[in-house]
């Protein structure tokens, strides 16, 4: 090979390793994202949907797709913490999907719920101003918790089976012993969007008030009304034991007059 040749072969090398995205190994993980450089937005209240992060993880080895997710990281302790998420799978340019997500099918491939007993109470689809999102609600070991996906999109005519060129799927777990319904599986879809995709974001989410802090609330409540009562019954037996004394002149009357005045706290 000679000097010239060797020159042009290394020139495409590094031409060609320009061009492909950074960090393409398909080994990368999830990487936090400022917000702005997420393709999801999600409009949601900030005092009752807490640690929310948004996330990327960039073109796997066939550059076929990347995802996006924001999540509060609650998936380790389902039942005990509010856990919601949403992801996006963004396909490549001239990349479209066949088939919609089966729920049903894919719920145990998800790997929070994979090993714990979940049964599905309803099924259906809930409708947004971007797409119509299939739903599931179910029990995961006596958690309520709901997952839902949407597939659509399109940029140019596909031939044979397509359903969308972008998916998006989410989840909403609660705490044990509260219920989940149509309504706020409907609340939070509205309240996300996917850049680029027609429509908007026409609601903000916000989860349950914290039925621990309102029970913790009301436990206190009870606490002092039973000092109050405890107190009050303490200082009844004070008293009559001070008017028992006097009357069987134990004390003089103005002992007793000074007693309880003492145990009234006039003093």
Same mark, same amino acid.
Request: charge should be positive.
């Given at each position: 090979?000679?000097?010239?040749?060797?020159?042009?072969?290394?020139?495409? !090398?590094?031409?060609?390793?320009?061009?492909?995205?950074?960090?393409?190994?398909?080994?990368?993980?999830?990487?936090?994202?400022? &917000?702005?450089?997420?393709?999801? *937005?999600?409009?949601?209240?900030?005092?009752?949907?807490?640690?929310? +992060?948004?996330?990327?993880?960039?073109?796997? $080895?066939?550059?076929?797709?990347?995802?996006?997710?924001?999540?509060?990281?609650?998936?380790? %302790?389902?039942?005990?913490?509010?856990?919601?998420?949403?992801?996006?799978?963004?396909? !490549?340019?001239? %990349?479209?999907?066949?088939?919609?997500?089966?729920?049903? %099918?894919?719920?145990?491939?998800?790997?929070?719920?994979?090993?714990?007993?979940? #049964?599905?109470? +309803? *099924?259906?689809?809930?409708?947004?101003?971007?797409?119509?999102?299939?739903?599931?609600?179910?029990?995961?070991?006596?958690?309520?918790?709901?997952?839902?996906? !949407?597939?659509?999109?399109?940029?140019?005519?596909?031939?044979?089976?397509?359903?969308?060129?972008?998916?998006?799927?989410?989840?909403?777990?609660?705490?044990?012993? +509260?219920?989940?319904?149509?309504?706020?599986?409907?609340?939070?879809? &509205?309240?996300?969007?996917?850049?680029? +995709?027609?429509?908007?974001?026409?609601?903000?989410?916000?989860?349950? &008030?914290?039925?621990?802090?309102?029970?913790?609330?009301?436990?206190?409540?009870?606490?002092i009304s039973k000092k109050?009562r405890d107190d009050t019954?303490? %200082?009844?037996?004070? #008293?009559?034991? !001070?008017?028992?004394?006097?009357?069987?002149?134990?004390?003089?009357?103005? $002992?007793?007059?000074?007693?309880?005045?003492?145990?009234?706290?006039?003093?």
């Amino acid at each position: 090979m000679t000097r010239c040749s060797e020159f042009f072969t290394v020139f495409l !090398a590094l031409s060609f390793s320009i061009l492909l995205p950074f960090n393409a190994s398909g080994k990368n993980s999830y990487k936090v994202i400022d &917000k702005s450089k997420s393709t999801i *937005q999600f409009d949601f209240d900030s005092t009752s949907v807490i640690g929310i +992060e948004y996330k990327m993880k960039d073109w796997n $080895e066939s550059f076929a797709v990347r995802y996006f997710s924001v999540e509060n990281n609650n998936r380790s %302790r389902i039942g005990e913490k509010y856990w919601v998420g949403m992801w996006h799978n963004e396909l !490549a340019v001239g %990349r479209h999907y066949s088939e919609s997500t089966d729920l049903r %099918r894919t719920l145990t491939t998800w790997s929070a719920f994979k090993n714990r007993q979940n #049964l599905i109470m +309803e *099924q259906g689809t809930v409708g947004s101003s971007m797409a119509e999102f299939d739903y599931l609600i179910f029990k995961s070991n006596d958690t309520p918790c709901s997952v839902f996906s !949407a597939t659509f999109g399109d940029d140019s005519y596909h031939m044979g089976d397509y359903v969308g060129t972008t998916r998006l799927s989410g989840v909403l777990c609660l705490k044990k012993n +509260e219920t989940i319904n149509k309504k706020m599986i409907e609340d939070l879809v &509205k309240s996300i969007q996917v850049k680029g +995709e027609d429509g908007e974001t026409t609601h903000r989410f916000s989860l349950p &008030k914290n039925i621990e802090s309102v029970s913790q609330s009301n436990g206190m409540k009870s606490k002092i009304s039973k000092k109050i009562r405890d107190d009050t019954d303490d %200082r009844k037996r004070k #008293l009559e034991n !001070a008017k028992e004394l006097f009357e069987r002149d134990l004390i003089s009357k103005g $002992e007793y007059e000074e007693l309880r005045k003492n145990i009234l706290g006039l003093n």
